[in-house]
């Protein structure tokens, strides 16, 4: 039994949501940001492409951005054929 990877491109939900949480800083004044990506999500995002994602500072109104890559994965448990 093998689990082969194609070279297609495999498109996100509308809302894609990741049980990941960055936390970074503004780079202007230093306040603390947060963005939980199981509330917050990505909108069809392409497995395996960078995304730019804006943050936005409502202490200094300072915008910026950051790149992100969001993938998918699927891994084979089962490594060999069973017989019934
Ligand atoms: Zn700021």
Redesign the pocket.
Known sequence: MKLIKKETETEGDKRQHFPYVLETN?P??N?EIKRDYERDHLSYPIFGKEVKEYLY?D??E?EWYFLIKPSIKLELVTKNDSKH
Do not use: R, S, T
């Open positions: 503004c202007k004044c306040n500072c202490e200094c300072h």
